[in-house]
């Protein structure tokens, strides 16, 4: 049966919603990547930053060297990063493979494994991010009841250079959550195709 003539009937309706759906799996994939994309660069940045940074202050005729290896929060906030920077690099290129040969969809096994995987690196990204950032805290601001004296006021450049480092972590951490999201909504959209296929059935 056709509506004015134009041969357009009932059933052409749904694939009109499957090409909507398909157009915003694409732009769900977009967006993945440019997360991913943002993600390797700002761990990468943070790292970099928090471990080449260094001072030296002489104090009379001693010198104290500054370096990223005296807070051991520090070296995690570095590892963590290096961590998150080269896992998302790799689903960088994951990304782009599948930008390429138009394959939109996940299996199981792997939405499951992207999933774990993204949940695992964003408590990792939080836990040395909140770590680093309360040390830098007590250097910062000092800590009188634990006599814990303000140590960057000495190494004013070294605190600095952490403190970049760390604001780039944060909107690494909050990018990972934002992106665990995403990964979340594509695992279980899977479930939910099942289910309606089953119900299509009946």
């Known amino acids: ?21 398909k157009v915003f799996e694409r732009r769900v994939r977009l967006g993945e ?17 928090v471990g080449t940074d260094t001072q030296v202050k002489r104090i009379f005729s001693i010198e104290k060297k500054a370096q990223f290896t005296d ?3 520090l070296v995690f906030l570095v590892v963590a990063n290096g961590i998150a920077a080269a896992y998302s690099g790799v689903h960088v290129l994951r990304c782009i493979v599948s930008m390429v ?9 792997l939405a499951w494994a992207i999933f774990s995987g993204d949940q695992m690196m964003t408590y990792l990204c939080l836990a040395a991010t909140a770590s680093a950032t309360q040390g830098s805290l007590f250097a910062k601001l000092g800590e ?6 303000k140590i960057c006021n000495m190494y004013g450049k070294f605190c600095n250079q952490i403190g970049e480092g760390i604001a780039s972590a944060v909107l690494v951490s909050l990018s990972m959550v934002i992106l665990s ?22």
């Open 1 to 21: 049966m056709s509506y004015l003539g134009v041969g357009v009937s009932p059933g052409n309706v749904a694939v009109h919603h499957g090409s909507d759906l």
């Open 33 to 49: 990547l440019i997360l991913r994309c943002v993600i390797c660069v700002l761990a990468l940045v943070s790292a970099v930053l």
């Open 71 to 73: 807070m051991k929060a």
């Open 101 to 109: 040969r138009g394959s939109v969809l996940f299996n199981k096994p």
């Open 144 to 149: 009188p009841a634990l006599q814990w004296m």
């Open 181 to 202: 999201a995403i990964s979340a909504f594509c695992l279980f959209r899977l479930y939910g195709e099942n289910k309606a296929k089953n119900n299509a059935r009946w």
